[in-house]
């Protein structure tokens, strides 16, 4: 039986791409494959480690089990589309400046959380934060380096 | 180095699953249902015939090979052949046109099983008359020094044991006042790096490109390269960063089956795991150890006997290295009298790799528990009776091996200070219904004698410096590490020097990135490579400057010579060489090959405040201080990463990890949902790392290693401070909420 396509608009880093997938595709493979975007990450593909994080209109779904069907007519942000041009955002700043990172698996994903946190929440605690990353796991850092540079990152974008 | 880090929260860092090769497949895993079946046969005209499906492979591929690999013993077979010996082990896999493709296909194989009795725990396979995983006679692999005399026992499960003794533990138990003994175990758990295991193959003719997640190209490359019989120099095999390894991916694990896909697709195939399959590939070994402590009335360590099995599943692996006497022998603490027993014990389970520490977790259990089960009987403090029996910084405590070289009893002192000192907003005491408890625990390592690291630094025509070396990038910061070497020998500014990433085409012999080896040898190997080239640079630079050498001295800093008054930019002495035109290189090869003199000891000290709540069972860690043998920190910042990730790694195998099989063998919490890692919510309240910054090392500037060292001796220091808190001794691990629950109630019933 031949192969079925559905045509799809979506809006991803700014820019607007027709694609076309099959209905079983994930957005996780759509953006990795498809657009070449692959700083989002396969890891648990069960939807809890949050390596595959990117922001649908602004909310954080994992990509690994989110239908790309269900992308048509979003704005889809992926961590390349986070920095403008050779200006990184404050929460990539942080992250470099204050050891958020170590292997680098984790965070697209973990950046991309914080990002819908602090568009929601300015001026979040400490507790805040955790809670609210705690649907992104690190296997390096122990996760306090990753705290401090979302704090240092919520500081820095608050007017 | 912030390039790479400013790749890695951009998007733009590439791991082996990003990399797209034109014309690539995708490939897919028929996995053994069975913990141990007889394969009847394997139908596949059905998946061939799906469309977009390029290759089956099957056993019956791998005639012409020879299809076993594994660094102690050849026992692993790139399919199963005559049987399945775990669930979960690849009996047959699909190359095709992309994974749904392949996936589909895997539903169109026919295999016809017998199932065997099968033995799923180390009580199983020890018991008499226990069916065997290999009755075929086991061949050893040959390649590791360290590995040549391995001892299975026939006719049982057990592929390797040895003995070692000092002293007598006879006349020694004798001797002591007091013998405590006790059973301590250690479930399976799994390494789980983000980046689960995948393997890119293009095998065209004799000529094989790998791209794979692996802490070992080198390894790796020797492997395929005995099993497709190519000349290992017509392997090639590249490591871009890697998300992660903990020891999960050295040694070889889908490489060749990627390869045999690809040889037989002849287009290049890609096999990328996700974590449910990692979980089906490696595991830390099962452990149980029956040890015993005699000791005298005052606190004085006489004799200390174990005897221990590690169940290294379906295939030995990395397992028989954990049962060799060498580190074995390793202790912190004064024991005259001391008996080794180890045992490397096959199951119908998955298979090993060596996790994070290596054999310093496994010993350190039963040892630091056994400790403080001592000071409670003899009504001592734990630290007192550390600090009492603790060697001495130039203290011989077996033939042939270098002392610690470290002042462990400062270290413990330190500790327990910094368990004293309350946190800025500690309550002043417990919430009701909640207990506290302290613990300590001293863990000790060693990294490998003879193991072989070398370099090619290259210096340009403008100054720069490229860094050949076949170091793997896992987070550790060996790329920041190693150009500070180098930078400290060459006074070359740090954004001029380049690191590679490993490719066996191209970058010099490197044994393994593991073990926590790498800023001491890759060190050394770097500092003696650039001590050539500062030789040779200042030999140009006296006979192009009429400098004299024994007049004037030469040195280099900010990527200037300087010398007899002179000022030069390092890179005219290489256009020198040019002709005077900006081409050309100066470079210098070094090994580090490996002697005693180049081997660190890493010792950690752990000191865990933990808050227990008896309502729900829950354990908080308040404080954890972890005090790290680390001799110089080339990257303070980055040191202090590896201390508290590598506590927070072991953490969950304190408190929350288990990988947990059912009587029939299948693995049944083989995915993130229900196996629990660490998370936001499990951090400790506090951390303190201490860097101990002794100059003690081995390595440039008397530094030591550190990749492990926060993960050593985590588990006693937990159980230790729980015990503290609510006066349960748990011998085995995880010390889960319901665990806890279930012996405070046994507790208050009995």
Redesign the interface.
């Known amino acids: 039986m031949p192969r079925q396509y559905l045509a799809l608009r979506v809006e991803v880093n700014g820019q607007t791409q027709d694609i076309e997938v ?1 209905s ?2 994930m957005l996780l ?1 759509v953006l ?2 498809r657009l ?11 939807q ?2 949050g ?1 595959c994080t990117v922001l649908v209109n602004g909310k954080a779904v994992s990509a690994c089990n989110y239908l790309a069907v269900d992308a048509d007519g979003k704005n889809i942000l ?3 589309g ?2 403008s041009g050779d200006e ?1 955002h404050p ?2 700043e942080a ?2 400046q204050h ?1 958020g ?8 994903g973990m ?1 991309l959380s914080a990002k819908a946190l602090l568009d929601e929440n300015p001026n979040p605690s400490r507790s805040e934060v ?2 609210y ?2 649907g ?12 401090n540079s979302v704090l240092a990152a919520a500081e820095q974008l608050r007017p | 180095m912030e390039r790479d880090t400013a790749s890695k929260v951009t998007g733009q860092a590439q791991y082996t699953a990003d990399l797209a090769i034109p014309g690539m497949l995708r490939a897919s895993v028929l996995r053994s249902p069975y913990p141990h079946a007889r394969i009847l046969s394997i139908e596949t005209t059905k998946a061939e015939a799906v469309p977009g499906v390029y290759a089956v492979l099957t056993r019956d591929d791998l005639q012409g090979i020879s299809p076993f690999y594994g660094l102690a013993y050849k026992d692993q077979p790139i399919l199963a052949m005559d049987k399945a010996r775990y669930v979960g082990e690849p009996v047959a896999a699909v190359a095709a046109i992309d994974e749904a493709t392949a996936l589909e296909a895997l539903d169109h194989l026919e295999v016809h099983y017998e199932p065997l009795p099968a033995v799923v725990n180390l009580e199983e396979a020890l018991s008499p008359g226990a069916p065997l995983v290999h009755e075929e006679e086991l061949h050893k692999a040959g390649f590791y020094y360290d590995l040549k005399d391995l001892q299975p026992v026939p006719n049982t499960n057990i592929c390797h044991h040895s003995m070692f003794e000092k002293g007598d533990v006879t006349r020694g138990m004798a001797e002591a006042d007091r013998v405590i003994e006790n059973t301590f175990t250690l479930p399976s758990v799994n390494h789980y790096p983000l980046e689960p295991l995948v393997t890119t193959a293009d095998f065209q003719g004799d000529y094989l490109k790998i791209w794979s997640a692996t802490q070992a190209p080198f390894h790796v490359r020797q492997e395929l390269a005995a099993i497709f019989g190519l000349p290992m120099s017509r392997v090639r095999v590249m490591v871009p960063f890697l998300g992660g390894g903990f020891g999960g991916k050295t040694y070889t694990h889908i490489e060749p089956l990627t390869a045999a896909l690809a040889r037989k697709a002849q287009r290049p195939v890609q096999l990328a795991f996700n974590a449910e399959e990692t979980f089906r590939t490696i595991c830390r070994c099962a452990f149980r150890c029956h040890a015993r402590t005699g000791v005298k009335a005052d606190g004085t360590l006489v004799a200390w006997d174990i005897e221990f099995f590690l169940d290294c599943g379906a295939y030995a692996a990395h397992a028989p290295r954990l049962a060799n006497p060498g580190p074995l022998w390793l202790t912190p603490y004064r024991f005259p009298h001391m008996r080794v027993r180890a045992n490397a014990v096959y199951t119908n389970t998955v298979p090993n790799a060596v996790l994070r520490g290596a054999p310093a977790p496994f010993m350190g259990w039963p040892r630091e528990s056994q400790m403080d089960i001592i000071a409670r009987e003899l009504g001592t403090d734990p630290v007192e009776l550390r600090l009492k029996n603790a060697l001495g910084p130039e203290e011989v405590f077996a033939p042939g091996w270098e002392p610690l070289h470290f002042d462990l009893p400062a270290g413990l002192r330190e500790i327990t200070q910094a368990l004293e000192k309350p946190a800025p907003d500690e309550a002043a005491g417990p919430a009701p219904g909640k207990k506290r408890g302290k613990g300590v625990a001293c863990g000790v390592e060693t990294t490998p004698a003879a193991s072989v690291s070398s370099v090619v630094l290259s210096l340009a025509a403008d100054g720069s410096l490229r860094i050949n070396a076949s170091v793997v990038e896992m987070g550790q910061g060996a790329r920041d590490v190693l150009p500070r070497i180098a930078a400290e020998e060459l006074g070359i500014p740090l954004e001029r020097i380049t690191v590679t990433h490993p490719d066996t085409e191209v970058t010099p012999y490197e044994q393994i990135t593991s073990a926590s080896r790498t800023t001491t040898r890759v060190g050394r190997a770097i500092e003696h490579a650039a001590q050539r080239i500062r030789a040779e640079v200042t030999t140009s630079f006296c006979e192009l400057y009429e400098v004299d050498p024994a007049q004037s001295e030469v040195s280099l800093s900010d990527g200037y010579v300087h010398g007899g008054g002179q000022t030069v930019p390092l890179g005219e002495i290489v256009t020198a060489r040019y002709q005077g035109m900006p081409g050309g290189e100066i470079v210098a090869y070094a090994p580090d090959p490996g002697s005693e003199s180049g081997s660190a000891t890493h010792v950690a000290v752990a000191g865990v405040e933990v808050e227990i709540d008896q309502e729900t069972g829950e354990v908080q860690v308040l404080k954890f201080a972890s005090s790290l043998s680390v001799g110089k920190a080339i990257n303070e910042s980055a040191a202090h990463g590896q201390n508290e990730g590598g506590v927070a790694y072991a953490l969950g195998h304190a408190l929350t990890e288990e990988m947990v099989y059912n009587d029939d063998g299948q693995l049944i919490n083989g995915n993130l949902m229900e196996y629990r890692v660490p998370s936001f919510a499990n951090m400790p309240e506090e951390f303190v790392s201490i860097l101990v910054e002794d100059r003690g090392g081995p390595g440039p500037g008397g530094s030591r290693g550190i990749g492990e060292a926060g993960a050593l001796i985590v588990m006693p220091a937990i159980a230790n401070a729980v015990h503290d808190a609510v006066g349960l001794r748990f011998m085995e691990t995880p010390l889960t909420p319901q665990r806890i629950l279930e012996r405070l109630a046994d507790r208050t019933e009995g």
């Open positions: 099959e079983h595709e493979d990795r494959d070449n975007l692959t700083g989002a990450k396969k890891s648990c593909d069960v809890v480690c390596a992926t961590i390349e986070l920095a990184l929460l990539q992250f470099i050891g990172l170590q292997c680098g698996f984790c965070t697209s950046i955790k809670a990353l705690s992104n796991i690190c296997r390096c850092t122990g996760y306090r380096t990753i705290v």
